[in-house]
């Protein structure tokens, strides 16, 4: 059984930081890009980040220069680190790894809440 989870949301000022922390269990094979998305109410989940098995990085352009994604592979661990937050950050982040060859897999954690303050 594999499973994502995540952790480090929580309620924080505007202009603060916040680390995410996205721990995964058991085997997941085929590897292609581990990330982060996130979804306010009422709306659809987004992009945020992500970071290829080669390591290779890519960012929405709305916290390009703000968030860095990084790989722990002997924890199995993916961060997110969130700084200069602002009120329209805030969301339920989930942490995801796309998987397979031929066709893909994605598999996704429960979500953790970020709630920014202004």
């Known amino acids: 059984q594999v499973q994502l989870v995540e952790s480090g949301g929580g309620l924080v000022q505007a202009g603060g930081s916040l680390r995410l922390s996205c721990a995964t269990s058991?085997?997941?094979?085929?590897?292609?890009?581990r990330g982060w998305y996130r979804q306010a109410p009422g709306k659809q989940r987004e992009f945020v980040a992500s970071?290829?098995?080669?390591?290779?990085?890519n960012y929405a352009d709305s916290v390009k220069g703000r968030f860095t994604i990084s790989r722990d592979n002997a924890k199995n661990t993916v961060y997110l680190q969130m700084n200069s937050l602002k009120p329209e950050d805030t969301a339920v982040y989930y942490c995801?790894?796309?998987?397979?060859?031929?066709?893909?897999?994605?598999?996704w954690g429960q979500g953790t809440q970020v709630t920014v303050s202004s």
């Open positions: 995801n790894t796309r998987a397979g060859l031929g066709s893909t897999r994605d598999y």
């Open positions: 058991g085997s997941i094979f085929r590897v292609i890009t």
């Open positions: 970071v290829t098995s080669g390591g290779s990085t």
